[in-house]
């Protein structure tokens, strides 16, 4: 069954740059690590892999080594641009890959509405019949979903998959699942059966799993997919407390996580640590890490175990 695909762990790697270029070695080099420790599917060109930042050629050159060097795996390719002409341009090029599915971002500069959201859904899912998986973040494409909203895009064809923001926690009790369990389950009752629900935001990916999400769409497994295996391996098996264990042992990454602005300068000072990528591999003008930064990364890297 399609929906099958869009369970489990998908990992989204860096696209990262050498001299203001993709470096295809490095980049090829994290979808064979992704691929070898088997991880669910690979979603390349998401928001950590830089998609919006590069060119038409560059994604679809990025989108052709994915699936060549993920063997059996399935790859994922996001396709998210400012215009739907530049959307299904890109579409037409995870299609000619060999992509699995496309991950649709819906990119603002002007405030979107919801209609000009769905309209563009609508657009997408006439020109292709690749599944779409729903990219809702609002801390990168500054649009929020609403339940409503969720509704009106599943009900078009071929629309599998939705990726939410991190689910709603009790703050003085984490492993209080009540309000993550009531957030899945109005959103699982206003779409279809066969979407299936992806959390996000890796520190909420052990109580998205346990409150009943199907899939966690992952930063750090793009880059790190043992641990980021072990926590979904555990929840989707029902062992909720070992998930929740492995997601609190890896708690002062999630902490640089939010003390840096995100996940992505995180991320990318681990691989460039692990050797993985060449330093300074995120698309100027991002920065990266300060050499001070990058020293707690690593020894944060080093005190957790995730440099073996």
Known sequence: MTSQLFTGLSAFPLTPLHDDQVDERAFTGLIERLATAEVDSITALGSTGSYAYLTPDERARVASLAVEHAGSTPVFVGVGGLRTSHVLAHVASAEAAGAAGVLLAPMTYQPLTADDVFELFRTVSEHTDLPVIVYDNP??????????LYARIAGLPGI????IPGVPLDPADPRNLDAARQHIAEIRAAIPEHVTIGV????????????????????????LPEPALTITRAALRGDGAAAFAESERLSP????????GGSLRVVAAIAEHLGLAPRRCLPLPIQGLDAAQRA???????DLGLDS
């Open 253 to 260: 990454l999630w902490s640089l996580f939010t003390e840096f």
């Open 139 to 148: 801390g990168t494409t500054h649009f929020a979903f609403t339940t409503e």
């Open 296 to 302: 707690r990364v690593a020894a944060v890297v080093e």
């Open 200 to 223: 996000s935001g890796d520190a909420f990916a052990a109580a998205g799993l346990n409150a009943g999400c199907d899939a966690w769409y992952s930063v750090i497994g793009g880059t």
């Open 160 to 163: 599998t998959s939705i990726k």
